[in-house]
């Protein structure tokens, strides 16, 4: 990786998954289903237009369900990585259990792209297994941690390393918008400040400068809110970030990690 300031926009394409699982009524089934209907297509467009590849952690019921989605997904040149199947707890889940959503997960994804390279674990929640499980399936990054506000590399046995990139709450626009409901100015000053700060932080390697950002179809799709996405892109563009797929990112660090070593 050069000298460069980066930005990872990812989106976690839940559908509704967790409506599903949970035995929700239609109401909330409709509240998950928006994202496919007006959330996605409206990401897209925002992203075509300024020429910005991102990733979607998308479940694997997902994209059994809306396999249509998933093909403009790719079409656009995005990257797609993994959320579990049915968006579950994968903290508690056995390690037998786990295996089986790791692979359930997995495979629908594999009939889109060669090979899946990144993780996100629903609701940033882990077992003490799943870190393992991901990198024995092949997996080369994971974005689910708090311990750090830039990428770094996992050492985990058998000497299998993982990229991790770690995720923030006030990152997170279901967070902001959904749970806390700020207004989208102060959604958006949050939001440049911190990368701004990545801009300028002496702390943080050269080689590091990576902002990330989650972003739910769900809830992000809303008009008055991609606006704010919208702002906060022009404003970086104005920064000479590159905004990058995490998977490219990762296969970068790795590729320095190898020479370092």
């Keep these: 990786m050069t000298n460069q300031l980066y930005a990872c926009l990812t989106f976690d394409f839940d559908a509704e998954s967790v409506q599903i699982r949970q035995l929700e009524e239609q109401g909330r089934i409709s509240k998950g289903q928006f ?4 959330g996605m297509p409206r990401i897209l467009t925002l992203l075509r237009k300024y020429d910005i590849k991102a990733t979607f952690f998308t479940c694997g019921w997902v994209v059994e369900q809306y396999p249509n989605s998933v093909e403009k997904i790719i079409e656009e040149g995005h990257e797609l990585a993994a959320h579990g199947y049915l968006h579950e707890y994968m903290d508690k889940l056995s390690v037998f259990e786990e295996e089986i959503v790791i692979e359930r997960m997995t495979r629908p994804l594999e009939k889109f792209v060669d090979k899946v390279k990144g993780f996100r674990a ?3 929640r882990l077992s003490p297994n799943t870190l393992e499980l991901i990198a024995k399936a092949g997996y080369i990054y994971d974005s689910s941690l708090f311990n750090d506000d ?5 050492t985990l046995p058998d000497s299998k390393k993982l990229v991790e990139f770690p995720v923030e709450w006030y990152l997170d626009d279901w967070q902001v918008f959904e749970t806390y409901q700020h207004s989208p100015s102060s959604v958006l000053e949050i939001w440049k400040s911190q990368f701004d700060a990545f801009s300028n932080d002496d702390d943080i390697p050269l ?5 990330c950002l989650t972003n739910h179809p769900a809830a992000i799709g809303h008009a008055y809110r991609l606006n704010v996405l919208e702002d906060l892109i022009k404003h970086m563009k104005t920064k000479n ?3 990058s797929r995490m998977s490219d990112v990762a296969e970068g660090i790795l590729q320095d990690h190898e020479i370092s070593d």
């Design 35 to 38: 994202a496919v209907r007006r």
């Design 122 to 124: 629903p609701y940033w």
């Design 150 to 154: 830039r990428p770094y590399i996992l």
């Design 207 to 211: 080689n590091r400068r990576v902002f």
């Design 241 to 243: 970030v590159i905004f």
